[in-house]
């Protein structure tokens, strides 16, 4: 069992930068990011594995975001910039001990409680 802590979402203006963390409670191989607006689906954000060598990005971050991990404290960070009032909502930690990387988030079995993110106009 793997537990995820996620934590750094808070209010910021359009155009501002923000990074979140996720502690895990292990090394894990396969770790994501997942978000959710009011009244819409999870969606994939970006992901990466375990060496940090592969990294994947939603086609709306691309360019704005960027993910990263640390596994010698075991946490991955995800940086965003450029923030807009659509990147709004709960961001996840997501991890799975597959050995690749998903950005289907059925392919992760481990998930954090959320942190929220909201990007004022």
């Known amino acids: 069992q793997v537990q995820l802590v996620e934590s750094g979402g808070v209010l910021v203006q359009t155009g501002g930068s923000l990074r979140l963390s996720c502690a895990a409670s292990?090394?894990?191989?396969?770790m994501g990011w997942f978000r959710q607006a009011p009244g819409k689906e999870r969606e994939f954000v970006a992901a990466i594995n375990l060496s940090g060598s592969a990294t994947y990005y939603a086609d709306s971050v691309k360019g704005r975001f960027a993910i990263s991990r640390r596994n010698a404290n075991n946490t991955l960070y995800l940086q965003m910039n450029s923030l807009k009032p659509e990147d709004t909502g709960v961001y996840y930690c997501?991890?799975?001990?597959?050995?690749?990387?998903?950005?289907?988030?059925?392919?992760?079995?481990?998930w954090g409680q959320g942190t929220q993110v909201t990007v004022s106009s």
């Open positions: 292990s090394l894990i191989y396969a």
């Open positions: 997501a991890a799975d001990g597959k050995f690749y990387v998903s950005r289907d988030r059925r392919e992760y079995h481990y």
